[in-house]
Each structure stands twice: as structure tokens, then as C-alpha cells.
């Protein structure tokens, strides 16, 4: 498949038929299955040109019959799409202390998962080894060959220049990270913001699909946002947008890890919920529980933990007032770890937002908790590939 992609990418706009082919590949990767009348009118084409290049792509063994669309009447159409097993993405998200890991087929199907916190991104050399090494390993353990890898998506904490392929806060060298990884992996290497890359999967698949003006909250070790603006997601000049996590909102000694005083990610983060835990609940201090432990706390009923996540999600609401009216916003997502405890904590966010904005702009945001969960980062990555493989 990616080779069949190479080759339409060749004629540059050059062959009409191939860019005719490129769109209709491009929209049953993004949709999935589809009728011929539904992709004749997705892509202007008339229903005997649609029904030829879908032939054509059915006897190259590209496109399948996958099944018939119900109908009230008449005879059922046949729906379309690509052969699953023709090709892969990989998504791979890099934290601080996590590695996860996802293969998926050009049917949006999750093939294969791995994830592991015994990960150190600081340690920059051992980091990057790992990462180089252990991506092949576990696609050569699913037994999928090289040449079925479109490309491989990978979201990193910190600033990300997406556009160059560079990573400057971790896994940073003289070369971009992005061509280091594709020299030695051999297939296209993507590179992004993991919060972008988080907001580009809500985009595509989630709640943000058709809507023009959103923020992404991702709420997780750290804090990032994403930015959709007028149907585009927001990336600044140098790609470093959605750092606000890092603007100064309270008058605290409390050292944030970009290195400043009083950033918002000290009050509303998982780092900030580890520390604010351990200062209250003096039984469990000892034991120095990480924040997805205290997330699930919440789930036996622990009103510490309860009571931290309220008061969170409130500073949130606060922080966010100040975004809804320099940005306008129609709609604010909340994702990233904390979705297990994003429905205790939107009524808060609401309340934080109401208290401290102008009543029409937060009347004119909707606020919405991810239905995505933990496949955001792997949808995204499979977006970021898409938008680049064809040209």
C-alpha cells in the first residue's frame, strides 16, 4: 500500500486519474466504509467515473466489498473500503515515565497495544535507544513486514516543532528526531506535540469532528490544551501552541518542572495532585502515590481524593475563563488521563468557568468529557500520517 501511495504521489497533480484515486483512498481511510454514491459525491465525480476507479481499485486488490448498507427500500448498495491487511500506522505517545505503543489497520481496527511506565525520557540517550529499538521489535513480533508500515506517528510531551521533525525539550539532537528514527527504522517517521496529536484524534474521530472554534484539554501529569481555530488546528510559529500549563496564575512557591513559580500546572496537574494528596492525607503520605493511583481512589469512594479533583477541576474552570474570552470557543473538550474523573470534575470546571467569565461567551461554550479515552493519542497519530503519506 504505501508503495501503490508513492506511486499516485509521483504524478504530482500531474494525472488526473491519480488524484482523483488519491481522494477517494484518503476518504475511506479517514470515514471507513462507504457506498459508490457516497464517495461519487464526496468527491465530485460522476457515478460512472466513481464506479470505474472503484473497479479499478477492487481488481488491484486495494478495495473490498465489505458488506450492504441497510436500506427501507429498494436494493440494499454494497459499501466499499480498503483492504485492512494491506497496511498499518503506528502510534506511539512519549511522557515523561510512559511509553505506549499501537498498531492500527486502515480500518481504524486496533491490531496491537503495548504500554509500559519503566520508561525515563529524561535520560535522553538511554530513552531514544529504547524507543528506536523497541518499535521494530514489537511490529516485527505481530509479523507485519516493513513495507505495510505507512508511516509511525509519535506524540512527545514538551515543544515539538512538528513541521521541522524536531523534539528541542527532550530526545533532542543535532539531526531532527524525526529523520533520525526513519533512517533507522526504514518507513516514514511523524512527529508532534502529544497534546496536538491528542486534539487532531478528537478532531478526526471525537467530539470536535465538524466543529470550528475548540480547546482540547489535556489534563495529565501535565497540562496542555489544543487549539482548533476556524476548522484548523493551531500550532504558532515555532509549533509550540497549547503551553498553558506553564502561564503564571498563582502567586506560590511552588517550583513547577519547566523550572518558574506559580504556573497553572502547579495547582491543576497530576503533579500537583500528588503533592496536594500527600500534604492531606498523612496515612497514605508515606506511600508517595502516583496521580492515576489517586485518580482511582475516587472510585472507592476516598473523599480526599474527591474533594482534591473538585477543587481542581474548579482552578480549571478559573484558568479556562480566561482562554473562552480571548478565544471564543463554541466548544471545550476534556481529556488526557484524568477522563476516568472528567464527569466529577466538568460540574466544577462549569463552575470555575461561570464564576470568573463574561456570562454570553461561556453561555456560548459547550463542554464536553472525551468518549475517545486512552485511543486519542492512537487516532491522532493515525491522522498525523494520513495528512503527510499523501502529498
Keep these: 500500500m504505501r508503495a501503490y501511495i508513492e506511486t499516485l504521489n509521483a504524478t504530482n497533480g500531474r494525472n488526473n486519474q491519480h488524484t482523483q484515486t488519491k481522494k477517494i483512498l484518503q476518504y475511506l481511510l479517514q470515514e471507513g ?8 459525491d464526496f468527491s465530485g465525480l ?3 467515473t466513481a464506479t470505474k476507479l472503484i473497479n479499478e481499485l477492487i481488481e488491484q486488490g486495494i478495495l473490498v466489498e465489505s458488506g450492504k448498507r441497510e436500506s427501507s427500500g429498494g436494493r440494499p448498495p ?3 473500503c480498503l483492504d485492512s491487511s494491506l497496511g498499518y500506522i503506528v ?3 512519549l511522557l515523561i515515565n510512559s511509553f505506549r505503543f499501537s498498531i492500527v489497520n486502515l480500518n481504524h481496527e486496533l491490531i496491537y497495544e503495548y504500554e509500559t511506565d519503566n520508561f525515563d ?4 540517550d538511554e530513552a531514544f535507544n529504547f524507543v528506536a529499538r523497541t518499535v521494530p521489535d514489537l511490529i516485527s513480533k505481530k509479523g507485519i513486514p516493513d513495507a505495510k508500515i505507512l508511516g509511525v506517528g509519535i506524540g512527545i510531551t514538551g515543544r515539538v516543532d512538528g513541521k521541522k521533525g524536531i523534539s528541542y525539550s527532550f530526545l533532542n539532537f543535532d539531526t531532527p528526531l524525526a529523520k533520525l528514527l526513519s533512517e533507522r527504522w526504514g518507513y516514514p517517521v511523524y512527529i508532534d506535540n502529544d497534546t496536538r496529536l491528542m486534539t487532531l484524534g478528537e478532531q478526526n474521530f471525537g467530539f470536535a469532528r465538524e466543529k470550528s472554534n475548540i480547546i482540547y484539554v489535556n489534563l495529565s501529569r501535565g497540562l496542555g490544551i489544543g487549539f482548533i481555530s476556524n476548522g484548523h488546528l493551531h500550532s504558532g510559529e515555532s509549533g509550540f501552541a497549547g503551553e498553558f500549563g506553564h502561564i503564571h496564575f498563582e502567586d506560590n512557591d511552588k517550583l513547577c518542572v519547566c523550572g518558574k513559580k506559580g504556573c497553572l500546572e502547579t495547582v491543576v496537574s497530576g503533579y500537583a495532585l500528588e503533592r496536594q494528596f500527600q500534604d492531606l492525607d498523612q496515612a497514605n503520605a508515606a506511600k508517595k502515590l502516583k496521580y492515576r493511583e ?3 481512589l475516587v472510585h472507592t469512594s476516598d473523599q480526599t481524593a474527591r474533594g482534591l479533583l473538585i477543587e481542581m477541576g474548579e482552578r480549571l474552570g478559573q484558568a479556562l475563563s480566561m482562554l473562552v474570552q480571548t478565544l471564543n470557543p463554541g466548544l471545550i473538550i476534556l481529556g488526557g488521563r484524568f477522563t476516568d474523573v472528567a464527569e466529577l470534575m466538568k460540574y466544577p470546571v462549569i463552575k470555575g468557568l461561570s464564576l470568573f467569565g463574561l456570562p454570553q461567551l461561556v453561555g456560548d461554550c459547550e463542554i464536553k468529557t472525551s468518549t475517545l479515552g486512552d485511543k486519542t493519542t492512537m487516532l491522532g497519530a493515525y491522522t498525523l500520517v494520513m495528512e503527510n503519506v499523501f502529498q
Design 78 to 80: 454494497s459499501l466499499f
Design 33 to 40: 466504509e462507504k457506498t459508490i454514491p457516497e464517495i461519487k
Design 294 to 296: 489517586i485518580i482511582q
Design 46 to 48: 460522476s457515478l460512472p
Design 91 to 93: 502510534g506511539v505517545e
Design 121 to 124: 525520557i529524561n535520560n535522553r
